[in-house]
């Protein structure tokens, strides 16, 4: 009769016990992790789950590769890719109609002539000189001939170093503005994510966007 007792008494402590355990686990708040894990991105279609632990370890990337301007030794978190790239915000041109290119400035306050950035002009010359698209063709280039990006970044900015003025390396939105969300994604994360052959992809649209 005892050892019955005895042997209720431990079922219903191993009971109380387990009711204990699974209160406690659910009521106590686990602990948040240093780099967030997971969060959930809201898309016109299907929504998209994001894994930071899978591309900061299995892609090798860093918080500033889309955080641009999180430092690690900052407390706070890096700020989510639409506090920047809100679905409004336009691209802003640096060359061409509307742009945003002062000529007098580049002459008269930096002393640039002509044939500095046109290269086959001299003054001399009639006729006015010849647009960088004549030869730096957009969205076309090759090692004999870069296209117009090319030039621009590895010609123009390196003259705005020399002079620490307008846009920079360090300062690309002197040019371009914030690029929109839908802009900023298909034109520099969906490249990473071609690169590493996962998520969503060129080819594989309906990841993000649903049928």
Known sequence: MTSKNELKLAYGLIV?????????YTVLPAKAPETPVRKMFKATGNDVLFDHQNHSESYGLYCEDCHHAYQASEKESPDSCGQCHTPDTKHQPAL???????????AQDYGLYCND?????QQGDTG???PCTVCHQRGMGNDMMPGR???FHKQCIGCHDNFGVGPTRAECTGCH????RTEAFHTQCMNCHENFGA?????????????
């Open 149 to 151: 990006k090319d030039a």
């Open 16 to 24: 109380v016990c387990l009711v204990v355990g699974v209160l406690g």
């Open 96 to 106: 061409g109609e509307k742009g945003i290119f002062n000529h007098d400035a580049h």
């Open 177 to 180: 503005g914030i690029r929109n």
């Open 199 to 211: 998520g969503p992809t060129h080819s594989d649209c309906n990841q993000c966007h649903g049928y």
């Open 117 to 121: 950035c046109h290269h086959n002009y």
């Open 128 to 130: 006015a000189p010849q």
